[in-house]
């Protein structure tokens, strides 16, 4: 899994960039990837409403609706073996019942 900064320390490097520093530079005495810095540059873009795309509360809001699609999957299918295993007991129970009465 890839390592995650904290929000304030690439707020930070943003902050930088935007008072001259290059990518490069802070890439090399931060040692973060200038491909990383790049990518957050354009996501604060984004968010800023200066060029398209999710902003990062989208994004986040995607991801937790994705989890909880998953989840309830989940939940649905497990739901459904369970009944389906309800339904064979109760089938099999009502041929006994009737075997007995004969």
């Given at each position: ?63 937790s609706a994705r989890r909880r ?32 009465r004969r």
């Amino acid at each position: 899994m890839p390592y995650r900064y904290p929000p304030e320390f690439r707020r930070k490097v943003l902050d930088l960039l935007a008072a001259g520093r290059s990518v490069a530079s802070l890439s090399a005495d931060l040692g973060v990837s200038d491909q990383t810095i790049y990518n957050w540059r354009r996501q604060d873009a984004v968010d800023r409403g200066l060029e398209p795309g999710l902003t990062s509360l989208e994004k986040e809001e995607l991801r937790s609706a994705r989890r909880r699609i998953a989840e309830l999957e989940t939940e649905l299918a497990v739901t459904r073996r369970a009944n389906e295993l309800l339904k064979a007991q109760v089938v099999s129970a009502g041929d006994g019942s009737k075997r007995s009465r004969r």
